[in-house]
């Protein structure tokens, strides 16, 4: 059973161009949750969503930054027209049902943003 | 607004010590918590959780306290190795409609010399 998967691994992209990072969760998992990392902090919430659904996403910037998770392929993060600020990992989790009810978060590896 | 900290930013122990890492949290409503260790370029690693009814719950090699009356939790790692050497993060579930929501806390780098 394959992890969460991420992809790219690491994405350049000049101020001004479009981000798009994809997540395919683990076999089963039907719930899928963004994290933002800075450098030298922690994970920081954007957003959770179901299948079709965003359930939450108190934590994503107003402007620019959208998810969605369809009822095929993966979930995808984008953010449009990019700054210097958008530079970080951002790391996708899923869980098979409500994580903390007895379920755990399973993190993939993460993409490195870096915007020029 | 809530918040989960860690008292010490570094950590640095032999190999064979125990180690014991710090978090502060100051939601008190809140009532599952969780440690992950980060490796370099990778993403977090479950290592164990523990819920508010209990205060302690022991893995392999590592136990988590929890202490409610003052809001602290700590990690213990029996017999540190070399492939220890990681950040943990504390996290915190917000809980209700929410949960996997998770609060993080700043990060603990433990290293581990031979």
């Known amino acids: 059973n394959a992890g969460v998967m991420q992809n790219p691994r690491h994405l350049v992209r000049r101020r001004g161009q479009e981000a798009r990072l994809r997540c395919s969760p683990m076999?089963?998992?039907?719930?899928v949750y963004w994290y933002r990392q800075l450098p030298e902090e922690g994970l920081k919430f954007m957003v959770y969503?179901?299948?079709?659904?965003?359930?939450?996403e108190s934590g994503m910037p107003k402007e620019r930054f959208s998810a969605e998770f369809p009822k095929e392929g993966p979930s995808i993060l984008r953010i449009q027209q990019v700054v210097r600020g958008d530079s970080a990992a951002y790391f996708c989790a899923s869980s098979p049902l409500q994580a903390g009810s007895n379920e755990k978060l399973f993190f993939g590896s993460g993409t490195q943003l870096s915007v020029l | 607004g809530e918040s989960v900290g860690l008292h010490l930013p570094t950590l640095s122990v032999q190999e064979g010590d125990n180690s014991i890492i710090n978090c502060a949290y100051s939601?008190?409503?809140?009532?599952?918590f969780i440690w992950y260790k980060q490796e370099s370029g990778k993403g977090p690693q479950f290592i164990i959780d523990?819920?508010?009814?209990?205060d302690k719950r022991q893995g392999q090699r590592v136990t988590v306290l929890l202490n409610k009356t003052v809001k602290h939790l700590s990690l213990q790692i029996a017999a540190t190795q070399p492939g220890d050497s990681a950040v943990y993060f504390c996290?915190?579930?917000?809980?209700?409609?929410?949960?996997?929501?998770?609060?993080f806390g700043q990060g603990t780098i433990l290293t581990v010399h031979p």
């Open positions: 076999k089963g998992h039907s719930h």
């Open positions: 969503l179901q299948k079709e659904n965003i359930i939450d």
């Open positions: 523990i819920r508010s009814n209990m």
């Open positions: 996290a915190e579930d917000a809980g209700g409609t929410s949960y996997g929501k998770l609060t």
């Open positions: 939601n008190s409503a809140s009532d599952y």
